[in-house]
């Protein structure tokens, strides 16, 4: 009896030693492909090659949606949706500026939904703890005169919390 060898998945050097040899139209067909196969492949190559005019809406509209959700419509809190909308935007373009704005977004959806429906659970808090802390290390690599907006956003967002715990909102 013999064994069947495991087929072995290719590796990203493997692929790419066949994708060296594709012509300009096989390459083509190939970005055409990808593009199609799904919705974040389509937004991966709209933020990367800047052709939508607003590149964050989409995703601001991701983190709206799942940190701060309309709860009385059925829709439900999705941190890691959240999460990896900013991550997909991360990885498509190198934007510290962008990244900036959608973590610093992140947070205000986040003291909002509070603002809107009380108090949450601690996992959700962490959550926003995490994010602000990403928010401000993204802000302080950003130009100074570039922090100004971001810094006074961050700084109001944890002075709501401070006064939502305080209870004075």
Known sequence: MTR???????????????IGQFDKKQFTDLLRDLYQLSSDNKDFFSTRFSTG??????????IQKSVHPYLEDGELLDIQKANDAINR?????????????????????????TLSYGDIDEDFYDSMIEMYEYATETVLE???????????????????????WLGIL
């Open 4 to 18: 069947k060898k495991k087929q072995q998945k290719s590796s990203w050097q493997d692929i790419e030693k066949i």
């Open 142 to 164: 950003l130009l100074p005169k570039k922090q100004d907006e971001y810094r006074n956003r961050l700084k109001k967002n944890y002075e709501i919390c401070i006064r939502y």
């Open 53 to 62: 005019e607003d590149l964050l809406s989409k995703y601001k509209e991701t």
């Open 89 to 113: 935007y991360s990885k498509a373009v190198d934007n510290p500026m962008g990244e900036a704005e959608l973590r610093v977004y992140y947070v205000e959806c986040g003291n909002n939904f």
